[in-house]
């Protein structure tokens, strides 16, 4: 899980659903209620899971890190075949946008033609 959250587009996509989602708080008197009662039920609900899944997670620890080995290694392979993944979902989009801009404009050379 920390390999994928230091993915530059994994960590820059969450900081711009984090800085929206405190926007959209801010923003809006009610849904920041919604927002703030939504929160104190996910933390009551991960502090009660947490106590009772920690037996079941000393008995699978072996299990767990074997596959958090494996799991890594497929995310290293994924990275080296995948080089978007290294870039922050800023410089995508504007990749993304200026490459359409590049086709439609070769369409429209095209078309005039």
């Given at each position: 899980v920390k390999q994928v959250?230091?993915?530059t587009l994994?960590?820059?996509a969450c900081g711009v659903v984090s800085t929206a989602?405190?926007?959209?708080k801010e923003s809006h008197p009610?849904?920041?209620?919604?927002?703030?009662?939504?929160?104190k039920g996910v933390k009551?609900?991960?502090?009660?899971?947490?106590?009772c899944v920690q037996p079941v997670l000393a008995?699978?620890?072996?299990h767990v890190v074997a596959a958090s080995e494996y799991a890594s290694k497929g995310l290293d392979k994924l990275g080296e075949k995948l080089p978007i993944l290294q870039k922050p979902m800023e410089q995508i989009i504007s990749d993304t946008k200026e490459l359409v801009s590049s086709r439609v404009?070769?369409?429209?050379?095209?078309?005039?033609?």
């Amino acid at each position: 899980v920390k390999q994928v959250a230091n993915l530059t587009l994994v960590s820059s996509a969450c900081g711009v659903v984090s800085t929206a989602y405190a926007s959209t708080k801010e923003s809006h008197p009610y849904l920041r209620s919604v927002c703030d009662a939504a929160e104190k039920g996910v933390k009551s609900v991960s502090e009660a899971t947490a106590s009772c899944v920690q037996p079941v997670l000393a008995t699978l620890e072996p299990h767990v890190v074997a596959a958090s080995e494996y799991a890594s290694k497929g995310l290293d392979k994924l990275g080296e075949k995948l080089p978007i993944l290294q870039k922050p979902m800023e410089q995508i989009i504007s990749d993304t946008k200026e490459l359409v801009s590049s086709r439609v404009a070769d369409v429209k050379d095209a078309l005039s033609s």
